[in-house]
């Protein structure tokens, strides 16, 4: 046995602050990407020919343009599609590739052009003639509701308590509405698939996917093929969001279908402007309420129904909207509570998952509502927040019947008010707006707290694979997909941990659908939570395997044996990692494991409207304060301090940069990222000129970030670490309801100003004068 000396720990483990494993390929240039892999001679290009009407029938198409010209190979139709024109995720077969017979939104794609370039193909798609009969359409959501427009998918109902003797109870109440905006990916890698056509019936599609088992699914039953003879890979996107867990389907759907027909690879990638209209957004709400509360502000009943603007088809409305009433309470215990979703089709693009899957919209909808009874009373916001948090017996139960068992927002807050010294900035800027006539200021303290799981139960599980080869170093594949949020160093950081060797020991290959099967979406923010445990348990296999080895090897029992830095401790002795791997293989020990994971204690009823849909919650708080110029509307975030909770992190640097980053998009969601259709039907906000997202000079102009450190998951995930993906995205809330403040001061903080999102400077504005005629008055 070789003597080694023990050395202090591993280099890369979990709670390490480690840089993200492609994050010098993506500064310098050289992560590839799936239009960076190298075509085959021949490969052949797809464009999406995209309907010109909100809702019409198709009384005739004409491609004889198309076909003749420059580098034009074929035109692809529904008639082309040797299985199912279908690629609806929710399975309602409501969802075509391509439309036939009839269109439901501006932007429906038709037909495809595969050519021999890809600018051939955009510009002949251009060329078809396409004669239309105009149906009546809808595309906003209250326009949908009273033209009667039907539910893509039934709506959810959460009741708990007496709601009518709530109100009776009450002293006051206030009911009110609020449009809730939309908001596009904006991923900067868009949408594209590349298909390689194998023997047989096989294909090998390479397809930016949040979720490789569905995109094989779905190309398999356009195909007509089964499922194994579809291999989707992906070893990396740039940005996802949620706008890549459905919608590449179409996409990967098209390529398919054009290499088994042309027995040809196929590239299809959309230009921006085709890729913002073909493409579901994140949904938006409108949220009619009713809240009644005592002469403190401590909440007695609520009444809710929330709205959304699905689009012409389910896809993932059902989970999406459902998932907006189970964070409609937020942090905040609701004694009576009746919440109602509706899911209403229009004549726009499907939407779809996004960063949050609703709870975004529920959150806001449930800070409204707080909002407004603090300005019926006249009272701090965050007074009225505090009083009425989930608490102890008997103000813990959630309106999905669910028990709030790790409430830790109480010391979030109470920290983060004195760091960011919240009371006195309060009153400074309260003191600065009676002084100043046009710049007023405003500031907010918001808490989150976020589900953690998928509602869908059977998603919630994963699977590994792990190799260790004879030389010690480790390979692993596992379900989840990188979209730039880390999972690959994570759960690389997990292996490093299992096994007690360095990080560089560890490469983690492309998620693809032939290696780990039937995985779900990375999403749910349930990517590390998964996918890290189904990594570790394949790693205990081996190491079992190696114990019970090595004890039979050199003559000590299994209890003496123990992995240590890059070492292995036997007995009183230390062999190299790589001589025991060596050993072992020589001994025909099995030097593989596939390894799963499902999350515990979970379980749903849709139909009864309770259960415990959520392993655990995550919780942060963001304050904010901003200025804004009462005579344009315009505004600036002065600064905003956040504390957030990741449980023990696995790797703080990763997690740090996902709050910051979620924050950000939050903020930019609900201040200046608005989509617009006009009254054809058309999306108009379709592009970075007229789509605007945050940029450098718009985050705060001071930015205080930190982890709660001294958080531990109380339930048992990987490394008790929590979830980081979505919840901080909602502390860009703070924001909004600190905008709010501002325009409030010009009636003297009297009248709830209620600003619709996103409080664009437009919008800021109107309030404005709203509130200074409602005082005037």
Known sequence: MNVMQPVDRVRGAVHDKERHESGHKHVSGTAEYIDDIPEPAGTLHGYLGLSQRAHAEILSVDFEAVRNSPGVVGVLTAEDIPGENDISPAHKHDDPVFAAGKVEFHGQPIFAVIATSREAARRAAAKVKIDYRDLPHVTDVLEAAAANYPLVIDPLKLERGDIDAGFAKAKNTVSGEMRIGGQDHFYLEGQISFAIPGEDDEVTVFSSTQHPSETQLMVAHVLGVPSNAVTVNIRRMGGGFGGKETQANLFAAVAAVAARKYRRAIKVRPDRDDDMTATGKRHDFHVDYKVGFDDDGRIEAVDAVFAARCGFSADLSGPVTDRALFHADNCYFYPNVRLRSRPLKTNTVSNTAFRGFGGPQGMVGGERMVEDVAYALGKDPLEIRKLNFYGGEGRNLTPYHQTVEDNIIGRIIEELEVSSDYAARRQAAIAFNRESPVIKRGIALTPV????????????????????????????????????????????????????????????????????????????????????????????????????????????????????????????????????????????????????????????????????????????????????????????????????????????????????????????????????????????????????????????????????????NREETIRRSKAVGEPPFMLGISVLEAISMAAASVADYRIPPRIDAPATPERVLMAVERLRAARAG
């Not at 708080?621 to 301090?641: F, H, I, K, N």
């Open 449 to 712: 707290k976020f589900g953690i799981s998928f509602t869908k139960t059977e998603y919630n599980q994963a699977g590994a694979l792990v190799h260790v080869y004879t030389d010690g170093s480790i390979q692993l594949n596992h379900g989840g997909t990188e979209m730039g949020q880390g999972l690959y160093t994570k759960v690389a950081q997990v292996v490093a941990d299992e096994f007690q060797v360095d990080l560089d020991h560890i490469k983690v290959t492309a998620t693809s659908t032939g290696k780990v099967p039937n995985t779900s979406a990375t999403a749910a923010s349930s990517g590390s939570d998964l996918n890290g445990m189904a990594a570790a348990n394949a790693c205990q296999q081996i190491k079992e395997r190696l114990v019970r080895f090595a004890a039979e090897r050199y003559g000590v029992g299994e209890a003496d044996i123990a992995f240590e830095p890059n070492t292995v401790r036997i007995g009183a002795e230390r062999i190299a990692f790589a001589d025991l791997i060596k050993a072992a293989y020589a001994a025909r020990v099995q030097l593989s494991a596939a390894g799963f994971y499902k999350t515990p204690k979970i379980h749903w009823s849709r139909a009864e409207g309770r259960g415990r849909p959520f392993y655990y919650f995550a919780y942060g708080a963001s304050c904010s304060e901003v200025s804004v110029d009462t005579l344009t509307g315009e505004y600036q975030v002065e600064r905003t301090d956040i504390i957030h909770d990741v449980g023990k992190s696995l790797n703080p640097a990763l997690d740090l940069g996902q709050v910051e980053g979620a924050f950000v998009q939050g903020m930019g969601w609900l201040t200046t990222e608005e989509l617009w259709w006009d009254a054809k039907g058309r999306l108009r906000t379709h592009a970075p000129s007229t789509y605007k997202i945050p940029l450098a000079s718009d985050r705060p102009r001071v930015f205080n970030v930190r982890l709660a450190e001294w958080s531990i």
